[in-house]
C-alpha cells in the first residue's frame, strides 16, 4: 500500500486530508510539525518510508523550509518526494521550495480534486525516475 507522511501542525487540516487520501487508497501518517517528519523518516526502516510526504510550512519547531532542507540533504529521505501545501501565496516561497527539492507547491484553500492529483503525479514520476534508473 502506498504511504503518505501529512505533516501540519493544525489537527482539522491534517484530518481532511488523511480522509481525502485514505478515500483514495492511500496509507496516511500524520505528524505536527517538521521536526517530527525528519525523525520519523530518518529513523524509519527503509519498508516504513513514506512513498511521499505532504508538508505545511508554517509549524513550530521546525517551519517546512527547514525540514525540506534535512529530508532533501539526508540521503535516505532524498528521493521522497515532497509536496508544500500552504496558505503562504507568495511566488518566492514557491520558488525557494521548489529550489529546495520540493516537486509540488499548493496553496490554500485548493480546489476539489486537486491534492489527490498532486500526490497521484508525484508518485507517478517517482515511480518512472525508479524504473529509468533500473
Known sequence: MTRVLVVDDDPNMRDMIQK????????????????EAVNVMTSAAIAEMPD????????????????????KSTPS????????????NQTADETRARRMG????????????????R???ALSSRRSAYIRMA
Open 102 to 117: 520540493a516537486v509540488d507547491y499548493i496553496t490554500k484553500p485548493w480546489p476539489s480534486g486537486e491534492l489527490e492529483d
Open 52 to 71: 511521499v510526504v505532504v508538508m505545511d510550512l508554517m509549524m513550530p519547531q521546525m517551519n517546512g523550509f527547514e525540514a525540506l532542507q534535512k529530508l
Open 20 to 35: 481525502l487520501l485514505i478515500a483514495q487508497g492511500y496509507q496516511v501518517q500524520q505528524v505536527t510539525n517538521g521536526e
Open 119 to 121: 500526490v497521484r503525479i
Open 77 to 88: 529521505t532524498a528521493r521522497v518526494p515532497v509536496i508544500i501545501v500552504t496558505a503562504r
